[in-house]
């Protein structure tokens, strides 16, 4: 077992886990690599922020809206529209709504927009699709289920961008609290043909309204100019402090975990994750925090004796879940069991059986050499 004397990961989280001659892991780096390239502090930051809010408002000045921010509830986006508004910015806040919101993620979303005056469209999936595509990646026994929501949330923000005419959209992504997360653990959001491919193999519906990160979506998100502002890199960013503000200004709520203000990524991260690819995100979470100052190594390995998930919360949403899937607790218990398989198990975007379907029969060779040669997956 190798162990990274700064942050909490080891080599059970990641196998190619690698240590310098100061035991200090790659992805302590990576963090390290991204802080230096996005983060901005002093009166850099402050002369980027201002730049950069004059170049929107400037653009806004004739339109109805200057700026688009996707909003979940969650810390991040929350904050995001707070400072937007501090900011002056006359901002579309949209949500997307996957059917698995929580009922605190809808209060906090309702007291955001409405003491903070922004319009708000909320994009509601057709639930029978992306039910049917949250069955597919289960029976696939893919790792990055998330995938999903995340594609369609690129989708839908820049389908809305592009039918209001805005061009700047205001994003949560930060360093300081995502910074770190093995590569292993997620797959490209942005991959619609991998998607086809896992629905295919295992779905049922006919994909109608999904909105798609196809070819089309983006050449025009490449020619129409759209741009993704992260401002809260230029921010000073605790996240506890963060909190305090929200709940004393928008009497916003805290979910208890990140990313929980949706039911399922509570039990996705919390359960499904764990259980079944042992993967616990909240490693990768603390770890930013660490590398960002933000908490300490000991007060990290405190946080981890708590379990994932609260006992009788696990099974009042487990229950939840299965009844809204439509499974039986034997038919997700045979899917739990089920062992893991790679995205790249089945098509991606690039893949040359994906573009050249005439060398498909020759994937199993191509499998067996990777695997024997440790060829890196790109097909």
């Given at each position: 077992?190798?162990?990274?004397?700064?942050?909490?990961?080891?080599?059970?989280?990641?196998?190619?886990?690698?240590?310098?001659?100061?035991?200090?892991?790659?992805?302590?780096?990576?963090?390290?690599?991204?802080?230096?390239?996005?983060?901005?502090?002093?009166?850099?930051?402050?002369?980027?922020?201002?730049?950069?809010?004059?170049?929107?408002?400037?653009?806004?000045?004739?339109?109805?809206?200057?700026?688009?921010?996707?909003?979940?509830?969650?810390?991040?986006?929350?904050?995001?529209?707070?400072?937007?508004?501090?900011?002056?910015?006359?901002?579309?806040?949209?949500?997307?709504?996957?059917?698995?919101?929580?009922?605190?993620?809808?209060?906090?979303?309702?007291?955001?927009?409405?003491?903070l005056g922004f319009d708000l469209?909320?994009?509601?999936?057709?639930?029978?699709?992306?039910?049917?595509?949250?069955?597919?990646?289960?029976?696939?026994?893919?790792?990055?289920?998330?995938?999903?929501?995340?594609?369609?949330?690129?989708?839908?923000?820049?389908?809305?961008?592009?039918?209001?005419?805005?061009?700047?959209?205001?994003?949560?992504?930060?360093?300081?609290?995502?910074?770190?997360?093995?590569?292993?653990?997620?797959?490209?959001?942005?991959?619609?043909?991998?998607?086809?491919?896992?629905?295919?193999?295992?779905?049922?519906?006919?994909?109608?309204?999904?909105?798609?990160?196809d070819k089309k979506m983006k050449?025009?998100?490449?020619?129409?100019g759209v741009e993704f502002v992260?401002?809260?890199?230029?921010?000073?960013?605790?996240?506890?402090?963060?909190?305090?503000?929200?709940?004393?200004?928008?009497?916003?709520?805290?979910?208890?975990?990140?990313?929980?203000?949706?039911?399922?990524?509570?039990?996705?991260?919390?359960?499904?994750?764990?259980?079944?690819?042992?993967?616990?995100?909240?490693?990768?979470?603390?770890?930013?925090?660490?590398?960002?100052?933000?908490?300490?190594?000991?007060?990290?390995?405190?946080?981890?004796?708590?379990?994932?998930?609260?006992?009788?919360?696990?099974?009042?949403?487990?229950?939840?879940?299965?009844?809204?899937?439509?499974?039986?607790?034997?038919?997700?218990?045979?899917?739990?069991?089920?062992?893991?398989?790679?995205?790249?198990?089945?098509?991606?975007?690039?893949?040359?059986?994906?573009?050249?379907?005439?060398?498909?029969?020759?994937?199993?060779?191509?499998?067996?050499?990777?695997?024997?040669?440790?060829?890196?997956?790109?097909?």
């Amino acid at each position: 077992m190798l162990y990274c004397k700064r942050c909490i990961l080891d080599s059970s989280d990641d196998p190619n886990l690698v240590l310098d001659e100061n035991g200090v892991c790659n992805h302590c780096h990576y963090y390290d690599n991204e802080a230096r390239l996005f983060l901005k502090t002093g009166s850099e930051a402050e002369a980027l922020l201002k730049k950069t809010v004059a170049e929107i408002k400037a653009y806004g000045s004739s339109r109805k809206y200057d700026c688009l921010i996707g909003l979940s509830g969650g810390v991040d986006s929350s904050y995001v529209a707070y400072k937007a508004k501090e900011l002056g910015l006359n901002a579309l806040c949209v949500h997307f709504d996957n059917g698995w919101n929580s009922e605190m993620a809808v209060m906090n979303i309702h007291n955001i927009v409405n003491k903070l005056g922004f319009d708000l469209y909320t994009y509601v999936i057709d639930w029978e699709e992306f039910k049917d595509l949250q069955l597919a990646y289960l029976k696939a026994s893919v790792i990055d289920i998330e995938v999903l929501t995340d594609h369609a949330i690129y989708g839908t923000m820049f389908k809305i961008a592009r039918d209001n005419d805005i061009k700047y959209v205001l994003g949560g992504h930060n360093v300081v609290t995502e910074g770190i997360l093995p590569y292993h653990w997620t797959y490209n959001k942005k991959d619609y043909i991998n998607i086809k491919a896992i629905h295919k193999a295992f779905g049922q519906k006919k994909l109608v309204t999904f909105p798609f990160l196809d070819k089309k979506m983006k050449r025009f998100i490449k020619e129409s100019g759209v741009e993704f502002v992260n401002y809260l890199n230029w921010l000073p960013y605790v996240k506890d402090d963060i909190k305090k503000l929200l709940q004393k200004e928008l009497d916003w709520r805290d979910y208890g975990g990140k990313h929980y203000e949706s039911i399922w990524t509570r039990f996705y991260q919390g359960y499904i994750l764990p259980v079944k690819f042992g993967v616990d995100k909240r490693k990768a979470h603390l770890s930013s925090l660490i590398c960002s100052g933000q908490i300490t190594k000991e007060q990290a390995f405190e946080e981890m004796k708590m379990p994932p998930y609260d006992a009788e919360l696990l099974k009042v949403d487990k229950e939840f879940v299965l009844k809204k899937l439509g499974l039986t607790a034997e038919e997700f218990d045979a899917i739990m069991k089920q062992p893991a398989r790679s995205h790249w198990d089945f098509d991606t975007e690039g893949s040359m059986f994906h573009y050249y379907p005439i060398l498909k029969p020759l994937r199993p060779l191509w499998e067996m050499f990777k695997s024997v040669t440790g060829a890196r997956k790109a097909s």
